[in-house]
């Protein structure tokens, strides 16, 4: 899913007519479910307002591409021009979760080079 989010977003620049494509970065926001596998019943449908609220507050920086539910986390994929600027604009809304201890964010830089692991 990632990569069809990346071919998309290239599309869209190279048709907007700009020269050159913007470099993709990436904010990966990983949920502690209460288990090892996918949640307890129900738990992994309560976050879906967490992604759609992240998508609000990462507004024209990035978009949202969707998440990953498997080995104990929730994970949300964040894509755009800058990871630190997509991260300062989720940053409230991540810390108003009140996310499980485990929980953490990852900010991927250009070519997919893992930078900052910051925990929730």
Known sequence: MRGIAA???????AASGCATAPVHEAVVVNLKLSDAEFGASG??????????A????????????????????FVI???????DRMYEAIKPTLNNLGARTGSFVVKRGPNDSIGERLEL
């Open 43 to 52: 738990e992994t449908f309560a976050l879906y307002p967490v992604e759609d």
């Open 54 to 73: 992240l998508s609000r507050a990462v507004g024209s920086l990035g978009v949202v591409d969707g998440h990953e539910i498997g080995g104990g986390y």
């Open 77 to 83: 994929y964040i894509y755009g021009e800058s990871a």
């Open 7 to 13: 071919v998309l977003f290239g599309l869209a620049v």
